[in-house]
Each structure stands twice: as C-alpha cells, then as structure tokens.
C-alpha cells in the first residue's frame, strides 16, 4: 500500500500538516476530505514528492519515497493529478498523453499507441486531435486524469477531480474512478470537496482540518460523526453546497 507515516510540514515556522498517518491500499478508492486550508493539498504533494516532509516519510509498497523527486516517484508507480488540470495547452490531447509516455520510457510510436488506447479507454477518443487548451474544464479534468493513468501506475492521487462539475457530469466521473480499480488494481486516493461523492466511491475516508486527522472510518462512521460536523458547520463558506446536509 501506499502510506504517510506522522507526516508534519512547516513552512517558515507556519505549520500546514502538523500530524499525518494514512494509507491508500491496491484496489481500493480511499478519500481525503476537509475544508479550505485544511492541508489537503500539500499532504497530496507530500505524497507525490512535490513537498518533501518535515518530519515524517512515505512509504509505498514497502519503499521509503521521502524526499525522492517527483519525476522518479511517477515512474515507480505513483500518478497524480493537479487541481488546475496543467495539461499541455498549446498540444493536442493525444500528444499530451504522448508526452507523458515518451517522459516515461517509450518510444515515440509506443508512447502514441498507447494515448490513443487509453484515450479510447476512458471514452474521450473523439478528443484526441483537439488542442488541449480550447477544451471544455470537465474535458480537461478528464484528459488530465487519462495523462494520469498512462502506463497504468499502481497509485493514483485525484485533487479535486469534480471541481467545478455538474451532478451528472460528477456521476460519470465516478463510474470511471470505480473502473480504473476495477480493470487495473490501482489505488485511489480522492481528494475532494465533493463530499457527497467521496462518502459514495471510499471505502475508508480520512477528514483532515487545521492540518491534522480529525476522523477516519467508513462513510457511515464520518456520517455520523460529530467531529467532522462541527469541522465543516463552522467552516460553511469553504464546503460545496448541502455538504452540511450530507453530513446530517
């Protein structure tokens, strides 16, 4: 599995993860929840290697990753996603799925039989000559996490993957998340506003505020907890729409 150990980060003496411990097992969807500015994103950098921890280390697989540099912790196995999508706006679709492949040892005609198989995969093979740049933001969210599963990695990091999406549009996105375990064993961690989402998809959710784990369990067990409820009742403004009421 993947897993932070006691994680802590601080920037210039401000602490943004104080205590982390979770684990994201093969062939399972965990979720990662918490209102704005609870550290959400930098425990996923963490996680990725784009942030080497303070205090703490990452372990996948057995593996200590701490302080491994993002490109390698991506050819181990490990894929993530951004929030802002950062594809390649000035290619194609296909060729930033290509590009992603040549970054990870294909060959040029490999690396573009590939995209096209994984672009046809996730249902977007239509997309493939668009310039990734003039696409639609749910489009774009898709593509990135195509970009993502290249070379089918045994750890996938979502930050925010239905930011922005209507419920249709979320529910789509959630039938691919369950396919990616189902068809290729990878672990998903599933970080998201979306809490009516993450408590539908995660088998073992982790509620993170002021940069510490506040709750862990089931969805029933976060559905029921008074902690996570005061945590985001008090935190209203930051939450997607109804969170409050999917928590009630």
Same mark, same amino acid.
């Given at each position: 599995?993947?897993?932070?150990e006691?994680?802590?980060?601080?920037?210039?003496?401000?602490?943004?993860?104080?205590?982390?411990?979770?684990?994201?097992?093969k062939?399972?969807?965990?979720?990662?929840?918490?209102?704005?500015?609870?550290g959400?994103?930098?425990?996923?950098?963490?996680?990725?290697?784009?942030?080497?921890?303070?205090?703490?280390?990452?372990?996948?697989? @057995? +593996?200590? #990753?701490?302080?491994? $540099?993002?490109?390698?912790? *991506? !050819?181990?196995?490990?894929?993530?996603?951004?929030? =802002?999508?950062?594809?390649?706006?000035?290619?194609?679709?296909?060729?930033?799925?290509?590009?992603? @492949? +040549?970054? #990870?040892?294909?060959? $040029?005609?490999?690396?573009? *039989? !590939?995209?096209?198989?994984?672009?046809?995969?996730? =249902?977007?093979?239509?997309?493939?000559?668009?310039?990734?740049?003039?696409?639609?933001?749910?489009?774009?969210?898709?593509?990135?996490?195509? $970009?993502?599963?290249?070379?089918?990695?045994?750890?996938?990091?979502?930050?925010?993957?239905?930011?922005?999406?209507t419920?249709?549009e979320?529910?789509?996105?959630?039938?691919?998340?369950?396919?990616?375990?189902?068809e290729?064993?990878?672990?998903?961690?599933?970080?998201?506003?979306?809490i009516?989402?993450?408590?539908?998809?995660?088998?073992?959710?982790?509620?993170?505020d002021?940069?510490?784990?506040?709750?862990?369990?089931?969805?029933?067990?976060?559905?029921?907890?008074?902690?996570?409820?005061h945590?985001?009742?008090?935190?209203?403004?930051?939450?997607?729409?109804?969170?409050?009421?999917?928590?009630?």
């Amino acid at each position: 599995m993947l897993a932070a150990e006691s994680i802590r980060v601080t920037f210039d003496g401000l602490t943004a993860i104080s205590d982390l411990s979770l684990e994201v097992p093969k062939e399972t969807i965990t979720g990662l929840i918490g209102p704005n500015g609870a550290g959400k994103t930098t425990a996923v950098n963490v996680l990725s290697g784009f942030q080497k921890p303070t205090v703490g280390r990452v372990v996948m697989d @057995g +593996v200590d #990753l701490t302080g491994v $540099r993002p490109h390698e912790v *991506r !050819r181990r196995g490990l894929a993530r996603t951004f929030q =802002g999508g950062r594809l390649f706006a000035d290619l194609s679709v296909i060729d930033n799925l290509e590009v992603t @492949g +040549v970054g #990870l040892g294909l060959t $040029r005609r490999e690396a573009a *039989r !590939r995209a096209a198989e994984m672009l046809d995969w996730i =249902g977007i093979g239509a997309l493939g000559e668009r310039q990734a740049g003039a696409l639609p933001y749910t489009d774009e969210r898709r593509v990135a996490i195509g $970009r993502a599963m290249m070379m089918e990695p045994a750890y996938l990091l979502l930050d925010e993957p239905a930011a922005g999406m209507t419920e249709p549009e979320a529910n789509e996105l959630a039938a691919l998340v369950r396919r990616i375990v189902a068809e290729t064993g990878c672990g998903v961690l599933l970080i998201e506003h979306n809490i009516g989402l993450v408590l539908e998809l995660c088998e073992m959710i982790y509620v993170l505020d002021s940069g510490r784990v506040i709750e862990h369990g089931t969805a029933e067990v976060i559905r029921g907890s008074e902690t996570v409820r005061h945590a985001y009742m008090g935190t209203a403004e930051d939450v997607e729409p109804a969170a409050a009421e999917t928590l009630v």
